[in-house]
């Protein structure tokens, strides 16, 4: 179970003696020892991760109206994660032109954790603001403190994917929930914001809404705007496991979820498609996604992470999936497969 790679262990042996490697030298030992191209169904997204790794996980891709903002229509948040160290967990922000080639669109990383010491960032959420003529990025900042684990919900916004705001905490757990994976849609005058709350074990999935400005944005004053947090039903759900990390996005007919069960927190899991007709509140899961053939997908990798769809702009009732894996070497990566349809 513990057959980590000789990269894996150098990386992490380091990071446990607070040693982070240069740029240069991480580019050579956090490589990955098996060659993702060759993984079948799948093709890998190649991003130049500010820690120079090249390794990231929680993909989210949001398409922008018309040419694009600043001629770039696909924007991705992400987060870097070489060999699951998460002080490298800092969102990033890249952008392309046809979903495929991505460079980076920021100084990476955009935001750092508000406390320096015993805290980490991780669980980027990306949505477009069509009136507003920004971009919104949700992630997730996880304090560690003598008395317990406290989790905040913070928020951000750009008009260009290059320079963002201060960010606002928009909400912070309680006791030691860990508020997992936020991920959010717009839906007419409100922004509602999905996440995975942990509170007594459940593993439940909540909803708060926030109510939206004259133009179009949620607004500064979170406190007032926050509207009563709701516990959503999900039917289906495979047995023995629990819900991890979510996506979720709305359609003319309907919801659309990309759920990540797991056996054990953040390993052993396994990626399947929900679908909700009421906003979001019950969701029915309709089937595990199997990206290159169960047998096949087995063998390539290890884990599946936070996911996403996005609309296809060529095919009607198709979309492009991104895809965070986990190798049997340790390393993370994140994979696209065009003309996914539901």
Not at 68 to 96: C, Q
Not at 247 to 255: E, F, S, V
Request: overall charge positive.
């Amino acid at each position: 179970m513990f057959n980590y790679s000789l990269p894996c262990l150098l990386y992490r042996g380091l990071n446990k003696v607070g040693i982070y490697l240069p740029r240069f030298m991480a580019k050579l030992i956090a490589r990955t020892t098996e060659k993702v191209e060759e993984i079948t169904g799948v093709e890998p997204v190649k991003l130049n991760t500010y820690d120079g790794s090249n390794q990231a996980v929680h993909p989210d891709v949001v398409l922008t109206d018309g040419l694009g903002l600043g001629g770039y229509r696909y924007w991705m948040a992400v987060t870097p994660y070489p060999f699951s160290i998460d002080h490298f967990e800092n969102p990033s922000i890249f952008k392309s032109r046809d979903g495929v080639l991505w460079e980076a669109g920021a100084s990476n990383p955009i935001v750092l954790p508000t406390r320096r010491e015993n805290a980490h960032l991780s669980d980027p959420a990306l949505i477009w603001e069509k009136e507003a003529e920004q971009l919104r990025l949700f992630y997730r900042e996880t304090q560690y403190r003598k008395q317990g684990m406290t989790n905040l919900i913070l928020t951000t916004t750009s008009k260009d994917g290059a320079h963002w705001k201060p960010s606002t905490v928009i909400f912070k757990s309680k006791r030691d929930d860990l508020c997992l994976s936020p991920s959010a849609v717009v839906n007419s005058g409100k922004i509602e914001v999905f996440y995975v709350s942990t509170l007594q074990n459940r593993y439940r999935l909540k909803k708060k809404s926030f109510r939206r400005d004259c133009k179009g944005g949620i607004g500064e004053n979170f406190e007032s705007s926050d509207e009563k947090e709701t516990i959503c039903q999900i039917d289906g759900g495979p047995a023995g496991r629990f819900l991890w990390h979510i996506d979720i996005l709305k359609t003319p007919a309907r919801y659309l979820g990309l759920f990540v069960f797991a056996r054990e927190p953040g390993d052993m899991t396994k990626l399947y498609l929900g679908t909700s007709t009421d906003c979001g509140l019950t969701w029915r899961i309709e089937r595990e996604i199997t990206v290159t053939g169960r047998n096949k997908q087995e063998r390539a990798f290890r884990n599946i992470y936070r996911s996403c769809l996005v609309p296809n702009t060529t095919e009607a009732g198709s979309f492009d999936l991104y895809i965070s894996a986990q190798l049997h070497d340790y390393s993370w990566y994140i994979f696209h497969r065009p003309g996914f349809t539901i």
